[in-house]
């Protein structure tokens, strides 16, 4: 069966690839508890991936959408580096951390927050993404910073530091989802322009909600690997593949 390419939410007609134009991005790559991070994972199917033994790579991304088919709009994106487990294992270690390099591994998405009701609703819809509708404040001066709170209990603080000059060429990337309790894989790609790539850089304050307290058992907050400032990102985000 051919996938859909049309969808229609709150009167508004979505047609596949959906496009992102212009956005702002700031994450960070951390090592965090492998166990911990496997308890989050809703299905057999995919297992994370160990950068060094026991220590999973996890991802956390603020982006703020400024031209997208879904919207303007926040988004904050809490993912686990994951692989099939019916896919070839590879050299242990080194095969991860190449992979990781060469932006080769895909994710699994297991929080996807926005502020507007528009993006949520397409985005549950066509691609099973965990989005709900929070609080969450993008500020931009010397450093991108990002606020997520929910029924009014704040859930982290997130920092990184603003500015680069690096362009960073398109790259096919992937990430799988749960539909109907079935595992899809959406391939995407992103480029952007005004890169700027750091070793650590990351700043993040927890709060007391129940999902600050979910990060802490992640071995959350810690020094990240990375930080990442994208200024101009752009990319297009294709129909789920059911697998």
């Known amino acids: ?23 702002a991005s700031a994450s960070a ?22 950068l060094l033994p026991g220590r ?15 919207g303007d709009y926040n988004e904050i994106s809490l993912a686990f580096f994951v692989r099939e487990r019916s896919a070839p294992k590879g050299i242990p270690v080194l095969g991860a951390v190449l992979d990781f390099l060469r932006g080769r591994l895909p994710t699994y998405i297991h929080r996807l927050p926005v502020n507007q009701s528009f993006t949520c609703e397409a985005g549950r819809g066509i691609w099973g993404f965990p ?31 603003r500015g680069g000059k690096s362009r960073m060429p398109e790259q096919d990337l992937a990430t799988f989802t749960y539909i109907d309790g079935a595992l899809h894989r959406t391939r995407f790609v992103s480029g952007a322009e005004g890169v700027g790539f750091r070793l650590g850089g990351a700043e993040l304050e927890l709060g007391t909600h129940p999902i600050a307290q979910e990060l802490r058992s992640l071995g959350l907050p810690k020094r990240a690997l990375a930080s990442v400032w994208m200024e101009q990102m752009h990319g297009r985000f294709e129909a789920p593949e059911k697998l």
């Open 29 to 50: 790559t951390y090592l965090v508890d492998a166990a911990a991070a496997r308890r989050l994972l809703p299905g057999p199917e995919l297992d994370v991936v160990e």
């Open 56 to 70: 999973a790579l996890f991802s956390l991304a603020c982006i703020d959408y400024r031209d997208n088919d879904l």
């Open 1 to 23: 069966m051919a996938a859909r390419s049309s969808y229609v939410f709150q009167g508004r007609e979505i047609t596949l690839p959906c496009i992102v134009r212009d956005a």
């Open 131 to 161: 989005k709900v509708v929070n609080d969450i404040t993008i500020t931009c001066g010397e450093r991108a910073e990002c606020t997520w709170d929910v029924d009014g209990q704040r859930v982290f603080r997130f920092s990184t530091p």
